[in-house]
């Protein structure tokens, strides 16, 4: 207990005879990227020496957090040797591009802004009293690769606006399927089985939400292992080709009749082709409605 009293009284009194300079700052600052602190950002002239003064902003520029003067103090005590810093105000703050513009509600919306460019040639924004921080972005309802972001430091009492000008992805949670493996064979028939479902933030504005979606599709690219399908990475297939047993379904208003037809050509889901009955050798305009199968309005 009394070597403890005997370190404090030595630790408070070395503070106390250490000679104080001052700086002035904002309460917040908005950080884009870690980088040199300008000078401007400080409210009024610094009355630290210029090492002093280096050091401490080493300290300010690649802080995350809150950061207090007693924390400055702590962490440059051996570098700011004989000095002791009094910063105004006592306990500065730190937003980051992310905590502005992934809002509760963004979040809420299950969309995420990632992957941040800054085009700023500035790596920090002083927030000043009475600003407001607005966000104007493009297309902010759909995900997409780098759309373009602003961030507004609006300031209504001195008639100031400042706009920071970015790009980043807009990402949205949703469901989305991917390959278990790849397939790289364009002209296999897809199946469920070939993709495994999971809830996941995409930029993909095209991602295929119900595997149903493949029905009477194929690749028209080989798939990677844990690859997103895509709708543009389908088309419509054959489902109807030449030489293939087909199934032809005569409709009428109360009669409903199947036989087997040759088809002259390949056709796709929808599609009127030509196709041959078997037995009969005659040739009529079938729809195409499922694999090997065509509808005939009689």
């Not at 790289?184 to 469920?192: D, G, P, T, V």
Request: aromatic share 10%; hydrophobic share 35%.
């Amino acid at each position: 207990m009394i070597k403890l009293t005997i370190f404090l009284f030595l630790f408070s009194t070395s503070i106390f005879a250490r000679p104080k300079c001052r700086v002035e700052l904002y309460k917040e600052y908005l950080i884009l990227k870690h980088t040199k602190i300008p000078n401007d950002l400080f409210k009024n002239e610094s009355t630290c020496p210029d090492e002093v003064l280096k050091q401490f902003k080493s300290i300010f520029i690649f802080n995350k957090k809150n950061i207090s003067e007693a924390q400055i103090n702590k962490d440059l005590y051996s570098k700011l040797k004989p000095y002791y810093i009094e910063m105004e105000p006592k306990l500065v703050s730190f937003k980051t591009i992310d905590q502005v513009v992934n809002s509760k509600k963004l979040i809420k919306n299950n969309l995420l802004w990632k992957n941040f460019k800054v085009n700023s040639r500035r790596s920090i924004y002083p927030i000043r009293e009475g600003s407001q921080l607005l966000i104007e972005a493009q297309d902010s309802q759909e995900p997409g690769k780098n759309k373009n972001l602003n961030i507004v430091i609006n300031n209504p009492f001195i008639q100031t606006s400042t706009t920071i000008h970015l790009n980043a992805d807009l990402l949205k949670k949703q469901i989305i399927w991917k390959a278990k493996n790849k397939i790289q064979n364009q002209s296999e028939r897809l199946s469920k089985k070939l993709f495994y479902k999971t809830n996941s933030y995409t930029h993909l504005s095209d991602a295929i939400n119900d595997i149903n979606f493949i029905k009477f599709k194929k690749l028209n690219k080989s798939l990677k292992k844990n690859e997103t399908l895509k709708i543009s990475d389908l088309v419509h297939d054959y489902i109807v080709r030449p030489g293939q047993p087909t199934t032809a379904v005569f409709n009428s208003n109360k009669l409903s009749v199947i036989t087997k037809v040759r088809a002259f050509k390949s056709g796709k889901l929808g599609e009127f082709i030509y196709v041959e009955n078997i037995k009969s050798k005659t040739k009529i305009i079938g729809k195409v409605i499922d694999y090997n199968k065509v509808e005939i309005e009689l």
